[in-house]
């Protein structure tokens, strides 16, 4: 079975860091984009970031930029997400997705989803 599992979420005051993990298992993703999502409470899943096989290639959003850094360990099968400098607003449900068709920047043009870790920034 394939599948994505996230870890890593928690509460963390405003300011503060957190490092998110994606471990995929059942099939290897090392030649696939890889990204992280995030839903918010009566929002829709927006985009945070997206990755490439290689990691040679990232993109962010603009309100994550030069806060968050995704990375990924394809000898562990595992992406990651840095997030620094924590603000109330990234306060959300974190998704991992993965295959999808180069770069996407909506959900809907990914096919694998991990089931999600909450991040809660307090002030």
């Known amino acids: 079975q394939v599948q994505l599992v996230e870890s890593g979420g928690g509460l963390v005051q405003a300011g503060g860091s957190l490092r998110l993990s994606c471990l995929a298992s059942?099939?290897?993703?090392?030649?696939?984009?890889m990204a992280w999502f995030r839903q918010a409470p009566g929002e829709e899943r927006e985009f945070v970031s997206t990755?490439?096989?290689?990691?040679?290639?990232?993109y962010y959003a603009d309100s994550v930029k030069g806060r968050f850094t995704i990375s990924r360990d394809n000898a562990k099968n595992s992406l990651y997400l840095q997030m620094n400098s924590l603000k109330r607003e990234d306060t959300a449900v974190y998704y991992c997705a993965a295959l999808a068709a180069g770069s996407q920047r909506s959900p809907r043009a990914w096919r694998l989803w991990g089931q999600g870790t909450q991040v809660t920034v307090s002030s």
């Open positions: 990755i490439n096989g290689n990691g040679g290639s990232t």
């Open positions: 059942g099939r290897t993703f090392s030649s696939d984009w």
